[in-house]
Each structure stands twice: as C-alpha cells, then as structure tokens.
C-alpha cells in the first residue's frame, strides 16, 4: 500500500470529451493556456467530428479546477455536452500539450 505522501498516491488521471460551440474558438490553445496556470499535465486535441478529447492528470485538486475550467471554456466557446471518466493508467505525462 502506498503512502498519501508518495506523489503518485495523490495523482489523478481523467478522461474528458466535449461537444458544443468549441472549434474555431480558440479552445485548445486557451485549455493549454489554462492547464500550464494550473499544473496539470497531459493533453488536448480536436476530433474530426468537431468534439475536443482531452487526458488532464494532476492532484485531484488540479484536476478539479481544470475540469470546471473546460466545462466553460474561453470566451465564446459553448460546451453543450461534458463527459467525464477516471482512467486508471500508470503513464505519467510531463507537461499538458495539444496534439
């Protein structure tokens, strides 16, 4: 078992996708934006489709904010839907990036 205080204890992993008025926006380079404010690491990037993917992994606090961030999004976005999923995943990301 491991101890609260051995970093990767405290390390949370979410999976999200969004749909709504989020392309043309300037969605991903703002959550990039957002995400390095905040200290999470992972990812971001459009579908062809029109949704957004992203992998946000941090302190569940980090995690929290960052969520609630993407839920709005930067101005002139409109998230309509938000779907939200804990990935149990031993890969550990360096920065957060868009792809």
Do not use: N
Request: aromatic share 8%; hydrophobic share 40%; proline share 4%.
């Amino acid at each position: 078992m491991k101890s609260l205080s051995s970093g990767s204890a405290s390390l949370e992993t979410v999976a999200v996708r969004l749909r709504g008025k989020i392309l043309g926006v300037g969605y991903r380079h703002a959550a990039v934006r957002e995400g390095h404010l905040i200290g999470v690491r992972g990812w971001v990037q459009a579908l062809p489709e029109g949704d957004i993917l992203a992998m946000v992994q941090g302190t569940p606090d980090q995690v929290d904010k960052m969520l609630e961030w993407m839920r709005r999004g930067p101005p002139g976005a409109r998230v309509m839907e938000f779907e939200s999923e804990v990935e149990y995943t031993g890969r550990r990301f360096d920065r957060f990036e868009q792809l």
